[in-house]
């Protein structure tokens, strides 16, 4: 953003995973344009984490200092500085160790890599297939008069946070996760606020330079969206190709999620008030099983289809041979 340049006609203002600290001239310009019915997408990253240095041994992530922490609690949220590990997650391909001369490659579940799943029940989000995200941060809410709050977006219940800085190591997934620590639940990553805002800059000097005509403390009606990850609308790259894969693409499982259908809907729900997002039908092509229960209740399964069905044949018959004994044997 600049305070040079206009933004008020705008349908829709989309952050998406910004680096770099926003001026006080920023953030009044994003505040007025919402004081006055403008709507915004945020997809932020709280934390610095990528995988180019997660082969290090000594790496780890740190918050970015974006200076929208202030703006977003007048709001009604907060990105807490943290990532969230979920056993529900994508995989990674780790070099586990040698066959010969060759390196012997396992695709692991990288637990920074959440699989995202548990939807609330909201025109956004439904009847969705699964979402990728990476590195992500969980969100609460703050008090904040006439704001209608909504949680869209869980981790799995196998999932647990890490407050930074987060040690963010491939070599890790070598090791044998401790499932127990993994006892946080759902976590929110993200919401929808709904209401009138009240501006950051209420009974507050205006930054040098802004022009404050026109100037709001409480906004019309209006929507703010804030998700805890800003990966979730980026294209990976094929390198080989040199093109950028489709929005969701995961190479190592050759499948593509739903990131680009849950952000049209997003962007539908935003922008459109006559409600034509809730007609929109879409086809449920894949829901990740929860590998917990898959784990606790194997051998039960495996009887049931198993063992119950070869029972039941043999009861039948008996029952069948007792039957026509007894009705044939008065003969």
């Given at each position: ?201 209420k009974n507050r000097f205006a930054p040098e330079g802004v022009d404050t005509t026109g100037f709001k403390n409480i906004s019309t009606p209006t929507k703010i969206l804030v998700v805890a990850d800003g990966d979730m609308a980026r294209n990976d790259v094929n390198y080989r190709e040199n093109k950028p894969q489709p929005l969701g693409f995961d190479p190592i499982s050759q499948y593509t999620f739903a990131n680009s259908d849950l952000l049209m809907n997003m962007v539908s729900y935003l922008v459109d008030d006559d409600g034509l997002i809730r ?53």
């Amino acid at each position: 953003l600049s305070h040079k340049k206009k933004i008020e006609n705008l349908s829709l203002v989309i952050v998406a995973e910004p680096t770099q600290s926003f001026s006080q001239a920023d953030k009044y310009q994003l505040d007025q344009y919402i004081m006055h019915g403008g709507k915004v997408l945020f997809l932020l990253d709280r934390l610095e984490a990528n995988m180019d240095s997660a082969s290090r041994d000594d790496y780890f992530a740190f918050p970015y200092d974006l200076k929208l922490d202030d703006q977003l609690f007048k709001y009604g949220v907060r990105i807490n500085p943290d990532l969230i590990e979920d056993r529900v997650a994508g995989k990674y391909p780790v070099v586990v160790g040698k066959a010969g001369n060759r390196p012997q490659i396992m695709q692991l579940e990288w637990p920074f890599f959440p699989l995202i799943n548990q939807y609330a029940d909201h025109p956004i989000t439904r009847n969705l297939d699964a979402t990728l995200t990476k590195f992500v941060s969980s969100l609460d809410t703050v008090k904040a008069a006439g704001i209608k709050k909504t949680a869209l977006l869980f981790s799995s219940p196998y999932s647990k946070k890490m407050s930074a800085p987060v040690k963010v190591g491939v070599n890790d997934l070598r090791k044998q996760l401790q499932e127990r620590n993994f006892n946080d639940g759902k976590i929110p990553i993200a919401y929808l606020l709904e209401g009138k805002f009240t501006s950051l800059f209420k009974n507050r000097f205006a930054p040098e330079g802004v022009d404050t005509t026109g100037f709001k403390n409480i906004s019309t009606p209006t929507k703010i969206l804030v998700v805890a990850d800003g990966d979730m609308a980026r294209n990976d790259v094929n390198y080989r190709e040199n093109k950028p894969q489709p929005l969701g693409f995961d190479p190592i499982s050759q499948y593509t999620f739903a990131n680009s259908d849950l952000l049209m809907n997003m962007v539908s729900y935003l922008v459109d008030d006559d409600g034509l997002i809730r007609v929109r039908n879409k086809e449920v092509k894949i829901r990740p099983l929860d590998k917990e229960k898959i784990k606790n209740e194997k051998l039960f399964w495996q009887v049931v289809n198993l063992v119950l069905p070869i029972v039941s044949l043999i009861a039948f018959g008996v029952s069948w041979s007792y039957w026509r004994k007894r009705k044939y044997a008065k003969f």
